[in-house]
């Protein structure tokens, strides 16, 4: 007989700062059998917990990586028959139109679904997926938000009821183990390369996309004083395509990197940096901010999802309106520049430490893991009656 309340953890975005996020937050989960579905990109080393690497549709042609998700979707199920676990914990789908069936089937064998809704839709997809993820949403017996805000959208958005959904944090993300002399050297190469003195530094770092407004960085630093200010310098670090980069070449005071970052690279960017600029158009909560809140960096948010959180906690910088404009942007620069020396208190930053802790988003977790499986033997009990 079953001694611990026995889990499937599903992710098959297991990788970069999500395999990061779901190793943390596993850890944390106590007194609980956890076994993790991951991706076979999933390279944190041994756990205490099982790993099944059943994802590999990375880098495989659109067709290719179709069949390929499906086919592990139906190892899943097939696992989920045989071992009959508790609860089934989804972290991402892929193809919301064949994950809603599999969430059905899973629920007709007697099993609780539960959804980390990190985003409500896919990114930067507007209106396209909003139908197939109210079925998703209405399907799954709980749902996981990172923020009140993103409870309120998803009640007004989706029609879901309240009871559904449970608010858990996104906890803070310390970037994986690097080689230290590597970073060291890396700072003192982007400084000498910047010419870096004494100037405030603003950056945005990470994978570069519209919804992250990064265009908007761009004209705001373009458009105005900002460009060859002498009190600033600018740096943009990721992979992605944007027209814009090639218009910030006519700003002496801007670094851009365009490409995947080593997390030597992003660490050591993330070192030299004193505010991360992060004017979202959208978005649920962000791991470059969580990331950036434990190395205690300050930033620039627009006012979204969850990004204004830790201002609650004292002023880290700047909230700017939504959806953001290079105006806004360009006026809250200024400002930081002129506070450069105004660091936030060690209270501040122990609070934020606090709220957005692992231990607590466990236990959290943990609870919720066993309201699911309560509301089963709920269930079988009054059947039996």
Same mark, same amino acid.
């Given at each position: 007989?079953?001694?611990?309340?026995?889990?499937?953890?599903?992710?098959?975005?297991?990788?970069?700062?999500?395999?990061?996020?779901?190793?943390?937050?596993?850890?944390?989960?106590?007194?609980?059998?956890?076994?993790?579905?991951?991706?076979?990109?999933?390279?944190?080393?041994?756990?205490?917990?099982?790993?099944?690497?059943?994802?590999?549709?990375?880098?495989?042609?659109?067709?290719?990586?179709?069949?390929?998700?499906?086919?592990?979707?139906?190892?899943?199920?097939?696992?989920?028959?045989?071992?009959?676990?508790?609860?089934?914990?989804?972290?991402?789908?892929?193809?919301?139109?064949?994950?809603?069936?599999?969430?059905?089937?899973?629920?007709?064998?007697?099993?609780?679904?539960?959804?980390?809704?990190?985003?409500?839709?896919?990114?930067?997809?507007?209106?396209?997926?909003?139908?197939?993820?109210?079925?998703?949403?209405?399907?799954?017996?709980?749902?996981?938000?990172?923020?009140?805000?993103?409870?309120?959208?998803?009640?007004?958005?989706?029609?879901?009821?309240?009871?559904?959904?449970?608010?858990?944090?996104?906890?803070?993300?310390?970037?994986?183990?690097?080689?230290?002399?590597?970073?060291?050297?890396?700072?003192?190469?982007?400084?000498?390369?910047?010419?870096?003195?004494?100037?405030?530094?603003?950056?945005?770092?990470?994978?570069?996309?519209?919804?992250?407004?990064?265009?908007?960085?761009?004209?705001?630093?373009?458009?105005?004083?900002?460009?060859?200010?002498?009190?600033?310098?600018?740096?943009?670090?990721?992979?992605?395509?944007?027209?814009?980069?090639?218009?910030?070449?006519?700003?002496?005071?801007?670094?851009?990197?365009?490409?995947?970052?080593?997390?030597?690279?992003?660490?050591?960017?993330?070192?030299?940096?004193?505010?991360?600029?992060?004017?979202?158009?959208?978005?649920?909560?962000?791991?470059?901010?969580?990331?950036?809140?434990?190395?205690?960096?300050?930033?620039?948010? @627009?006012?979204?999802?969850?990004?204004?959180?830790?201002?609650?906690?004292?002023?880290?910088?700047?909230?700017?309106?939504?959806?953001?404009?290079?105006?806004?942007?360009?006026?809250?620069?200024?400002?930081?520049?002129?506070?450069?020396?105004?660091?936030?208190?060690?209270?501040?930053?122990?609070?934020? @430490?606090?709220?957005?802790?692992?231990?607590?988003?466990?236990?959290?977790?943990?609870?919720?893991?066993?309201?699911?499986?309560?509301?089963?033997?709920?269930?079988?009990?009054?059947?039996?009656?």
């Amino acid at each position: 007989m079953r001694k611990k309340l026995h889990i499937f953890f599903v992710d098959p975005m297991s990788y970069n700062n999500l395999s990061i996020y779901d190793n943390l937050l596993i850890n944390n989960i106590h007194d609980v059998e956890i076994e993790y579905f991951a991706s076979h990109l999933f390279d944190l080393g041994e756990q205490y917990y099982p790993v099944h690497k059943i994802y590999k549709y990375n880098n495989k042609s659109k067709l290719v990586k179709l069949f390929s998700y499906l086919r592990s979707q139906w190892k899943l199920f097939n696992r989920i028959k045989k071992e009959r676990p508790d609860v089934v914990h989804f972290q991402w789908l892929k193809i919301p139109f064949y994950d809603v069936r599999l969430i059905k089937k899973i629920k007709q064998l007697g099993i609780k679904t539960l959804f980390t809704a990190h985003n409500l839709v896919p990114h930067g997809s507007g209106r396209k997926y909003e139908d197939i993820y109210k079925r998703i949403y209405n399907e799954l017996d709980g749902i996981i938000v990172h923020s009140e805000r993103t409870k309120e959208e998803l009640i007004e958005r989706f029609g879901i009821s309240s009871h559904k959904i449970e608010v858990i944090a996104h906890g803070l993300l310390k970037p994986n183990e690097v080689d230290s002399v590597k970073v060291e050297s890396l700072i003192l190469e982007y400084k000498e390369q910047m010419n870096l003195n004494n100037e405030t530094v603003f950056a945005a770092l990470g994978i570069i996309n519209l919804y992250k407004g990064v265009d908007i960085t761009i004209n705001a630093w373009k458009n105005s004083t900002l460009c060859n200010n002498n009190e600033s310098k600018l740096i943009i670090g990721g992979s992605g395509n944007l027209d814009e980069l090639e218009e910030l070449q006519y700003c002496a005071n801007t670094l851009v990197l365009n490409r995947f970052l080593s997390d030597e690279e992003f660490t050591a960017l993330l070192r030299i940096t004193d505010f991360l600029i992060l004017p979202y158009r959208e978005i649920s909560q962000s791991g470059v901010l969580l990331t950036a809140m434990e190395q205690k960096k300050r930033v620039i948010v @627009s006012d979204v999802g969850g990004l204004t959180e830790p201002f609650k906690f004292g002023k880290i910088g700047y909230i700017i309106e939504s959806p953001p404009t290079p105006e806004e942007l360009s006026k809250s620069i200024h400002g930081a520049i002129k506070e450069k020396d105004e660091y936030p208190s060690d209270e501040v930053w122990k609070k934020i @430490s606090e709220f957005y802790s692992w231990g607590a988003i466990g236990e959290k977790t943990k609870n919720l893991y066993f309201n699911l499986a309560k509301k089963v033997l709920d269930q079988i009990s009054l059947y039996l009656l």
